[in-house]
């Protein structure tokens, strides 16, 4: 027998894993630094210094442009990775596809042209529009988009609204990480082994000096002393007999 009257369960979890609503948004922008994941339909453009996951049960009608992109939905736009793009088998791309890298399984559908390469300008524009926010922005962004999903799973819990007001108010506390103790390995014991030093006598030869050739001595002639030449005595010449006429 059927039982009609048989209550039913309530929801604890909600059916959508996406965390849009703690993006911060800019008129049609959703701006985030950290990862933004997409499960359900969105008309908007997303922009996200890090990554960004399309499932394949996301269709989204926009623009992304995000450091990673991983799609497996359908994206009606183009599309702008400044370092790796995947789409795989499951993915349905209506639009140009930008990226430094690209990985594309068998199976996916691209109806648009496809560029890689690095693109600085795109770097420059996509830090621009993430820092015009702050990151205490980006958080309370985040916190208050966690304090209204704690407050939905709560009332399908059946809480009454009261009291899921009232836990919203109270701070959360975060538990203390304990302490990581690391234990130094002790140094072993350096042992040193005296091993007996053999020293080994080895003769060098004595080096031969090679004695410079000498020039030859020459035999000096000896000069004999030449005589002493005798003086001669000059004699007075005789006296003629000179003829006076006086």
Known sequence: MFNFFRKKEPLTTLSSISNIGGLIKEGGDYLSDELILLDDKLTANLYCSDKIIIESSGHLSGNICGNICTISGTVTGNISSTELLEIKKTAVVKGKVKA????IEPGAVINGAVTVGEEKAMVVSLYQKIHKHTEE????ARWTYEQAQGMAVALAAGD???NTAESAKKPIEHPKPTPIVVEQPKPAPVVIEEKPIKVEVVEIPTPVIAEEPQPPV???EEVKPEPAKKEQKSTPPKEEN???WW
């Open 218 to 220: 020459i035999a000096k």
């Open 160 to 162: 009454t609204p009261e």
């Open 100 to 103: 430094a890298s690209i990985s």
């Open 242 to 244: 000179i003829q006076r």
């Open 137 to 140: 922005e980006y958080l309370s």
